[in-house]
């Protein structure tokens, strides 16, 4: 390594301000609160500029790291966010949610002596830096080219390919079943991890380029695929996600205070439960709370009902700490607030009072046998081991499948064994002709940059089709 790296290699990484557990565990308000200007130049200034920048490599939208964090170095902020601009629609939420260890982060190579560029924490920076001080220019539009695109879901694969598609000069609207857009940015991640505000800054910054939002429009119910070709549409986007719950399959799951993290969360953030009485939506607030799973949204659904007044809190999994799918700064936070961790423990059948309410859980030990499908070591009941967990409010968070609304109503549109739409991993393009899909609605439940880059790849391939045919 040469003097000049190994200089830089002596800035620490630069720490994000937070607010103290004790006080955020009782307070919907975002946990980091994000760097100041000098701090992120500090942080900036830890880059190498690797001229085969490996951080590149794992970003799935390919944005210019080393590019967008000289100009933060060299004080160009407004440069900054428009070079992020160029493959990235939604910094602002990248740089909170993306799982950055394992993608950029995860491959700069300062991670190898030392912790890696917090890029994640330097792209949240310039993009709120421009909302809050910016100019409010726009980036440049190419010349109308007639073309009229749907898309269908304002989620993050959804948001991607109407911002692509509207600077390449095509006309996009935006079809959205929530009278919200956003999808699960806002009904399924919480205020204190992802504030609503950045997301409809970023769909009104997608607006203010000309994009057309239709909310409250269920296409497959409302409207057809077919009957959108019929309105003049030239091609279709479909990136519903895949909202539909997944259950534990054990005796009691119908029980009052049982939930499933989608209903739970889409109640607490979407619709607001938190704020009750100003917002008159109903959520059971539970003192004992359960949550089932261990992945993002089990901590998603663990912090919120911390936060909606309970004293114990506990995540239940079958699995042992090193398998759980969470990021670990999530696992972290939660922790930090006070979130119990019962591990190697599955549920077996909940119990209820002569009210329909639930009171507790049985449960079983688990040990770790040989590794599953999945690579993870598959969990083994311990015979005779069962036990009961007292509870007053349980939150199953184990995964989503793809919602049949849409995919049932269309012809043409083939879909595999579990549901989900088959389409081409590099262009999206599905069998339906002029209809392309992409993100959890393909893939099964993802990340946020993943949904992503599955919308840039089919942007790529929708403006081709315009221009070029199928």
């Known amino acids: 390594m040469d003097e000049k790296s190994a200089k830089k290699e002596k800035i620490p990484r630069q720490p994000m301000p937070e607010q103290k557990p004790e006080v955020r565990k009782r307070n919907f308000e975002e946990v980091p609160l994000g760097y100041d200007e000098e701090t992120a130049i500090r942080e900036a200034q830890r880059c190498l500029q690797c001229k085969s920048p490996a951080c590149v490599q794992g970003c799935p939208v390919s944005v210019d790291i080393p590019g967008f964090i000289k100009l933060i170095r060299e004080r160009e902020f407004t440069k900054a966010i428009r070079h992020i601009w160029e493959r990235n629609s939604l910094p602002a939420v990248c740089g909170r949610v993306c799982p950055q260890e394992i993608q950029c982060e995860g491959m700069c190579i300062l991670g190898k002596k030392d912790r890696p560029v917090a890029i994640g924490n330097l792209e949240r920076f310039v993009a709120d830096r421009e909302r809050e001080h910016g100019t409010g220019d726009l980036p440049p539009k190419q010349h109308p080219t007639g073309k009229r695109v749907a898309v269908v879901g304002s989620g993050p694969s959804g948001l991607t390919v109407a911002g692509d598609l509207i600077l390449k000069g095509h006309d996009v609207t935006i079809f959205e079943a929530f009278h919200k857009p956003g999808g699960v940015l806002v009904y399924g991640i919480p205020e204190f991890r992802l504030p609503k505000e950045i997301v409809y800054s970023e769909v009104n910054f997608l607006e203010r380029l000309g994009v057309r939002l239709e909310c409250n429009v269920v296409v497959g119910r409302t409207v057809s695929l077919d009957e959108l070709f019929e309105e003049g549409y030239d091609a279709i986007y479909i990136g519903v996600g895949a909202g539909l719950p997944r259950f534990l399959n054990i005796p009691g799951e119908n029980l009052i205070g049982v939930y499933s993290a989608n209903e739970y969360l889409t109640r607490a953030n979407l619709m607001k439960a938190y704020l009750f009485p100003k917002y008159d939506t109903p959520i059971v607030r539970g003192r004992n709370v359960a949550v089932f799973g261990a992945g993002n949204v089990a901590m998603d659904a663990a912090r919120t009902a911390m936060r909606l007044g309970a004293e114990r809190v506990r995540i239940v999994y079958r ?50 046998g040989k590794p599953d499908e999945s690579g993870r070591r598959r969990p083994v009941p311990v015979e005779g081991s069962e036990f009961e967990l007292d509870c007053d409010l349980a939150v199953i968070a184990v995964g989503a499948a793809a919602n049949p609304l849409l995919t049932q109503s269309t012809e043409g549109l083939e879909i595999n064994e579990r549901g989900y739409i088959v389409a081409d991993p590099e262009t999206g393009k599905t069998t339906k002709r002029g209809v392309w899909a992409g993100g959890d609605i393909v893939t099964g439940q993802a990340t946020v940059i993943l949904a992503m880059g599955a919308g840039r790849k089919a942007s790529d391939s929708i403006h081709k089709y315009l221009t070029w045919g199928w």
Do not use: Q
């Not at 607030?337 to 009210?355: C, Q, V, W, Y």
């Open 319 to 368: 699995r042992s700490r090193d398998e759980m799918p969470a990021r670990a700064a999530e696992i972290h936070h939660a922790e930090e607030e006070g979130i119990e961790f019962h591990l190697l423990t599955a549920p077996k059948r909940f119990i209820g009072n002569e009210s329909g309410r639930v009171t507790g859980v049985e449960c079983l030990r688990m040990e770790l």
